[in-house]
């Protein structure tokens, strides 16, 4: 039943104009960013080839284009996961839904599935632009496989909070806006609730304190680096908005 509603919901957004907005704009704009950083690239080759080891173009075109999808993913998600629960509400389809013989967790997983089949397209799609130098240039593939991996758990780790966000309001809109404040909020803080604590000297609470950071979990997967804590981090993040979410949808059952 989980994966009949993600095919549902993966469905719903392909057929959804909003969700091919936002994949347009998002291609557009990564899509300049990479031509202007492999311009870019061409133009160092003169310096670059009189270094010992210079940075190849994974370095300096695959990981800011990247970095740019990231960026991104913050303004994107909030919008495409507004619909998710809140627009169910709206409609009153959402009592059907909960009607039929499924558990609120199947409701929330095949939801949180469905999203991430959309945005897995999203990397997968960022990673190609890279890909296509292949024929031209060396390409660090570790690196390249790291990127893509963190973006998708970068991805992830935003689906479950605005997935969260939206079953608290009825109105779509306050959903994105809300998802938006709360994901900037704990990238903010995290980070420096993290640094400030580190200052002090608490490192193992500094380290806690990077489980609500999703750019400190990122960053390691943008240098190349598998950090098993910080994919640990964003595992644990997603599973606890998630569970926030199936929470919320039990107690809004009961009060009818």
Known sequence: MIFTIAGKELRALFASPLAWVVLTVMQIITGYAFLRRLDDFLQMQPQLSQTASPPGATELVASPVFGT????????????????????RRNQTMVL????????????????LGLMAFLLAIVALTALMPLSLAGATRLDYGLLASLAAGLALLAASFAAVSLFISCLTVHPVAAAVGAFAALLGMMLTGEAAGDGLRARGWSVVASLAQVLSPGRNFEPFGKGLFDSYAVASSALLIAVFLALAIRQLDAQRLRG
Request: aromatic share 6%; proline share 6%.
């Open 69 to 88: 999808a990231a960026a991104l993913l913050l303004f994107a998600i909030p919008i495409l996961a507004m619909r998710l629960i809140a627009e169910e």
């Open 97 to 112: 839904l909960v009607s039929a013989p499924v558990s609120m967790s199947e409701i929330v997983l095949g939801k949180f």
